[in-house]
Nanobody
């Protein structure tokens, strides 16, 4: 019924920038919080940033000042602008959204397919 489709990953040199996008599609009643997670090989998944429906944001300490999360509610899309990228940012990045689908009583968590971000030194 609802899917999240990610785009924007790729290979970039240290100090460069990438912009990730995640668009929700389907029969959506409302989208609450949206966020970005990442997981590097052999490491636990971690929350990178999230954004509430009203626009308040939270960031992982190591990305604060370099990454910016934003959302376009009219397009059901969340973005992650990543600047001053470092090799330690290399990971698969996953979009997450708390969505209530049309005809459902409560929200559910949905996940994007993941997009690879590789930062070379």
């Amino acid at each position: 019924q609802v899917q999240l489709v990610e785009s924007g990953g790729g290979l970039v040199q240290a100090g460069g920038s990438l912009r990730l996008s995640c668009a929700a599609a389907g029969s959506i009643l409302r989208i609450n919080a949206m966020g970005w997670y990442r997981q590097a090989p052999g490491k636990q998944r971690e929350l990178v940033a999230d954004i509430a429906s009203g626009g308040s944001t939270n960031y992982l300490d190591s990305v604060t000042g370099r990454f910016t999360i934003s959302r376009d509610n009219a397009k059901n899309t969340v973005y992650l602008q990543m600047n001053s990228l470092k090799p330690e940012d290399t990971a698969v990045y996953y979009c997450n959204a708390q969505i209530q689908a049309v005809g459902r009583w409560r929200q559910s968590d949905y996940w994007g397919q993941g997009t690879q971000v590789t930062v070379s030194s």
